[in-house]
């Protein structure tokens, strides 16, 4: 079975330039996360979709991000302008329902913000 | 929202040892708790999970426990191994899914 996918791997940017990242989850899979994961801490939930509707953006800085999953399958999740602060590795998740199974992960894109 | 608090954040042990991880949420609904194991520049995966019918569980030298009155859980691993050094994560799902802040377990030979 194919694991989620995640592009570009790493990307660098100036700060007040926009970037983009790509996601497409494991096949039949209904629920899919982005993380931000700021080094040395925890994945910090940013949005979590169900089909294509949001479930949860609570955490989203929507002054700067936003993300779609259209048609309910691949989704991306851009940033502009963006800060230092920003820089980060930002991981993708799916799994087949949300709650009470197993999300997997994508290998991340490393975000560096200069 | 849910708040999962996690502890230690490092753990040292010898080999052979056993190194317990805590972790405490605060929304009563969460009904599942998986454990992630994440080696340094690779994505976390999954190593346990338990649900909330269930007190304990176990694989080989993997356990999981839940109080869901004191809501809380641990992760026990026994007869640490090298290769068990890594970031672990809690985390707690009611309909989205957060993360402990990770503890950093390292073993020595």
């Known amino acids: 079975e194919a694991g989620v996918a995640q592009s570009p791997r790493y990307k660098i940017i100036e700060k007040r330039q926009s970037v983009a990242f790509w996601c497409n989850p494991i096949s039949g899979h209904a629920t899919l996360y982005w993380y931000q994961q700021i080094l040395g801490q925890g994945p910090k939930l940013l949005i979590q979709?169900?089909?294509?509707?949001?479930?949860?953006d609570s955490q989203l800085p929507k002054d700067r991000f936003s993300a779609e999953r259209l048609k309910g399958v691949d989704s991306t999740l851009k940033i502009q302008p963006a800060k230092l602060e920003d820089s980060a590795v930002y991981l993708c998740a799916s799994s087949l329902v949300a709650g009470n199974t197993e999300a997997f992960f994508g290998q991340g894109t490393r975000l560096t913000v200069v | 929202g849910e708040n999962v608090e996690q502890h230690p954040s490092t753990l040292s042990v010898q080999e052979g040892d056993s190194a317990v991880i805590k972790c405490t949420y605060s929304d009563s609904a969460s009904n599942y708790f998986p454990w992630y194991k994440q080696e340094l520049g690779k994505r976390p995966q999954l190593i346990i999970d338990i649900r909330s019918n269930v007190g304990e569980k176990k694989d080989q030298r993997i356990a999981v426990t839940l109080n869901k009155t004191a809501k809380h859980f641990s992760l026990h691993i026994t007869e640490t191994q090298p290769e068990d050094s890594a970031v672990y994560f809690c985390a707690a799902d009611t309909d989205k899914l957060i993360f402990g802040t990770g503890t950093r377990l390292q073993v020595f030979p």
């Open positions: 979709f169900q089909n294509n509707g949001v479930v949860d």
